[in-house]
């Protein structure tokens, strides 16, 4: 079936001059005259059937259709841009990868390792995006995701990587006064919006008695907890595996149990079983399990 699609050149005259609300201006944007903007504007409009711009004088006023038509054409210039430039800058000779995933876990677990990764297959190119809350894979543009296990993933094959407890950790000048279960109620507690319960539940858990545990500072992401406890403004709430590194080099002191019970698992989620997804996805899959399976055995 033949597609009924404008110009190219009718499109991007219209967007701009819709844009800008000039023809002149998007004249001078395109590097075009503006009888040449206004021509293909009057083509766009003879293509459609539909008057997409008011003329008062020298002046022109999108009407309510056109103002959507615009909305939808940005966001389809928009999207083939980024996809051709995403394609335009595909490695020679090798593939890539869209990976789904936190955005904290990728910064403070995923990217530290990626550069092995890297050196076992360089010809492969990773690309990371944020995705907060589950999504339908099949279709989405990704290979794959590593997230929190979901309901929402049914139909998709999941494989479990690794258990994120949580642990109060703190700038160790912090501990001055001694490291106690005492000395942690007297200490500034920090919180993780989205999870504004959880020191209740961690001092249920842990039977350590804590005065209002819900005082306190709250931040959006647990990298930003940790940089807060890094800074010395409290003790923070937040997995382990995302401050290995600073309790192994002294920046921070975790002196207190963890909540066990207070965890989520993350787990590598992807369209089909692995042994029917194509080479990259296999080798990022295995890689990303034993580099799951090492950390829970260091």
Not at 64 to 91: I, N, T, W
Not at 118 to 126: E, T
Not at 157 to 174: D, F
Not at 236 to 254: D, F, H, K, M, N
């Amino acid at each position: 079936m033949r597609r009924r699609i404008p110009s190219s050149s009718a499109l991007m005259a219209f967007e701009a001059a819709a844009r800008h609300g000039s023809f002149a201006r998007a004249a001078d944007e395109l590097a075009l005259t503006e009888g040449a903007i206004s021509r293909q504007i009057g083509r766009l409009e003879a293509f459609l059937g539909v008057t997409l711009f008011e003329r008062i004088g020298n002046r022109v006023r999108l009407r309510p259709h056109g103002e959507r038509y615009a909305a939808q054409v940005r966001e389809s210039l928009d999207r083939l841009d980024r996809d051709s430039q995403y394609l335009m800058g595909q490695p020679s000779g090798g593939v890539s990868l869209d990976i789904a995933t936190v955005s904290t876990f990728a910064m403070r677990w995923l990217i530290p390792r990626l550069p092995r990764f890297q050196r076992k297959h360089p010809n492969i190119l990773v690309h990371l995006a944020d995705r907060v809350e589950p999504f339908v894979l099949v279709g989405s543009g990704f290979d794959a995701a590593i997230h929190f296990e979901h309901p929402a993933w049914t139909g998709m094959r999941t494989y479990p990587l690794l258990h994120e407890t949580l642990v109060p950790v703190c700038h160790p000048q912090l501990l001055k006064g001694g490291a106690d279960t005492a000395t942690l109620d007297t200490l500034p507690r920090l919180h993780r919006r989205q999870n504004p319960d959880a020191w209740q539940r961690y001092a249920q858990e842990t039977g350590i008695a804590l005065t209002s545990p819900a005082t306190g500072a709250r931040y959006e992401l647990h990298a930003m907890l940790i940089e807060a406890a890094l800074a010395g403004l409290g003790v923070a709430l937040v997995p382990r595996l995302y401050v290995e590194s600073e309790l192994t080099q002294g920046r921070l002191v975790a002196p207190w149990p963890e909540g066990r019970t207070i965890a989520k698992t993350f787990c590598l989620v992807l369209p089909e079983p692995i042994g029917l997804s194509g080479a990259p996805v296999q080798a990022f899959a295995q890689w990303v399990m034993d580099e799951a399976k090492a950390t829970t055995t260091a």
